[in-house]
Nanobody, 126 residues
Framework: QVQLAESGGGSVQTGGSLGLSCTAS????????MGWFRQAPGKEREGVAT???????WYADSVKGRFTISKDNAYNTLYLMMNSLKPEDTAMYYC????????????????????WGKGTQVTVSS
């Protein structure tokens, strides 16, 4: 049974930094596309960043240059380093993994991801 567990969320002021982690069990991070999504109250879940089997990355325009996605295959862990945080980054952040597909074709398509974590809250105050 695949389980994804996020950690590292919290509260920070504008301009601050936070690092998120997602530990996968029953799943190997070096096989398929994985990513981070977020959902703010009253809004749809949106893709933030993805990483494919070979380490290729994709970022939403809103986070380019500020967020960095990475993974450690030895520990089946996915990371998201968030710098220069803004109040509009406030959301529940979810880790996601595809059941098949080494590459992140259509990275923002939530239906392409078979496994989801329960989320971790990130709050950025002005």
């Amino acid at each position: 049974q695949v389980q994804l567990a996020e950690s590292g969320g919290g509260s920070v002021q504008t301009g601050g930094s936070l690092g998120l982690s997602c530990t996968a069990s029953g799943y190997t991070s070096d096989s398929n596309c994985m990513g981070w999504f977020r959902q703010a109250p009253g809004k749809e879940r949106e893709g933030v960043a993805t990483i494919d089997r070979d380490g290729g990355t994709w970022y939403a325009d809103s986070v380019k240059g500020r967020f960095t996605i990475s993974k450690d295959n030895a520990y089946n862990t996915l990371y998201l380093m968030m710098n220069s945080l803004k109040p509009e980054d406030t959301a529940m952040y979810y880790c996601a993994a595809r059941g098949r597909g080494a590459y992140c074709y259509r990275p923002m398509r939530t239906s392409a991801y078979s496994y989801w974590g329960k989320g971790t809250q990130v709050t950025v105050s002005s």
